[in-house]
């Protein structure tokens, strides 16, 4: 998220759209809604801490009125439309790097069975590993045009590491139809290109490249479930978005578009 201006809470940060307009910052502290798993949540972003992954915030404490106190991380967030220097190949490169140390650091974290986590866009598969499943550019802090940390971590669920790539891919690549992607990201991005990428500078193996586009259409379902229920639960921000972005009619095109590029997709990823 990045600073909008102070008011009476403190410095309003902008940016993402679930807590829109109810997060701020306070000096060396962000302030936020805790989400429903904030106490599990918190348990592993510490052990994360613990075990030297320094690009995530710490917690510090949840308030009585049901927010949540983070360390906050400085440094430059993309908000949309994107600019052209969050969608450079070094951009992309350093995001793919970032992911795959924040995975081999939460593999080696168990996850708390009890915690009620998110199902919206967790892996259906599920999994040993917590998941951040929404690493968008609103949520990856850059400094010197290359990402050094990861922020708001509230759809974390267990699941597989090449779901979390799929997720990453539909922002960072863009996995959308090219109508779509302009409207949000710079023209001329090669998507084929972009995917493998990701895919190098992850070290995604060679199982998980070939289920990659299949991954990334699943995880194309799930998102658009996520906004049907979110708009089916009078939520004005989906709402609002759905109808500016296209409405469903963007989502079908979407899905054929990345149903008809499979195999070129694979291609790229395994040549």
């Not at 991954?215 to 379902?221: G, L, M, N």
Request: net charge negative; charged share 20%.
């Amino acid at each position: 998220m990045t600073a909008e201006g102070e008011t009476a809470e403190g410095e309003a940060l902008i940016g993402g759209m679930i807590n829109a307009g109810a997060v701020f910052r306070h000096g060396a502290l962000v302030e936020r809604p805790a989400p429903r798993t904030a106490r599990a949540l918190h348990t592993h972003l510490l052990a994360l801490a613990d075990h030297g992954f320094d690009a995530a915030p710490i917690p510090v404490g949840l308030t009585e009125d049901g927010r949540e106190q983070l360390t906050f991380i400085p440094g430059d967030v993309a908000l949309s439309p994107y600019p052209h220097w969050v969608m450079t190949e070094t951009a992309l490169r350093s995001v793919g790097s970032l992911l795959r140390r924040l995975h081999d650091v939460s593999a080696a974290i168990a996850v708390d069975a009890d915690a009620r986590w998110p199902r919206s866009l967790a892996d259906p598969a599920g999994g040993t590993m917590l998941c951040h499943n929404d690493v968008c550019p609103d949520n990856v802090v850059f400094r010197d045009g290359r990402a050094v940390a990861l922020i708001d971590f509230d759809m974390a669920a267990p699941g597989r590491a090449v779901w979390d790539v799929a997720m990453t891919a539909r922002y960072w690549i863009p996995m959308l139809d090219p109508a779509s992607a302009t409207a949000h990201h710079p023209a001329g991005l090669d998507a084929p290109t972009r995917l493998r990428i990701l895919a190098d500078s992850y070290g995604l193996s060679p199982q998980e490249r070939a289920e990659l586009p299949d991954v990334i259409e699943q995880a194309t379902a799930s998102c658009r479930a996520f906004v049907a229920d979110r708009v089916a639960d009078g939520d004005p921000v989906y709402a609002q978005a759905l109808s500016e972005r296209g409405g469903w009619q963007r989502w079908d095109r979407i899905q054929e578009w990345l149903t008809a590029h499979r195999e070129m997709f694979t291609s790229a990823l395994l040549s």
